[in-house]
């Protein structure tokens, strides 16, 4: 059985910086290309960021990009979404899963979950303004 484990999240002011991780039971990370979601009310889960399984490609939406960065320890099965210059929009929970990433940056997702069923709690990340 999968558990996708989201932490890292909490309140900071807008401009702050935050490094949420993601970590799995069940599964090695590295076996799939992982996206990042955030999900906030009344909207959609959105894939914001996906890290092909090579740990190469990188894809972000517009909204993220030269502010986030998605990075993997492979040692330590974990996954990381290294967030800078956060903004009060970027308020949501946040969640990763395997994935299935887009082939260039831009809209608004770049990443298709490959398990719904995998989902985890996610982590929330608020930012005031």
């Known amino acids: 059985q999968v558990h996708m484990i989201e932490s890292g999240g909490g309140l900071v002011p807008e401009g702050g910086s935050l490094r949420l991780s993601c970590t799995a039971s069940?599964?090695?990370?590295?076996?799939?290309?992982m996206g990042w979601f955030r999900e906030s009310y009344g909207t959609t889960r959105d894939g914001v960021a996906c890290?092909?399984?090579?740990?190469?490609?990188?894809t972000y939406v517009d909204s993220v990009k030269g502010r986030f960065n998605v990075t993997r320890d492979i040692p330590k099965n974990t996954l990381y979404l290294h967030m800078n210059n956060l903004k009060p929009d970027d308020t949501a929970t946040y969640y990763c899963?395997?994935?299935?990433?887009?082939?260039?940056?831009?809209?608004?997702?770049?990443?298709?979950?490959?398990?719904?069923?995998?989902w985890g709690q996610g982590t929330q990340v608020s930012v005031s303004s």
């Open positions: 890290l092909g399984r090579s740990g190469v490609t990188k």
């Open positions: 899963a395997p994935a299935s990433c887009s082939r260039a940056s831009g809209g608004h997702s770049v990443a298709d979950a490959l398990f719904p069923s995998y």
């Open positions: 069940g599964l090695t990370l590295d076996d799939f290309a």
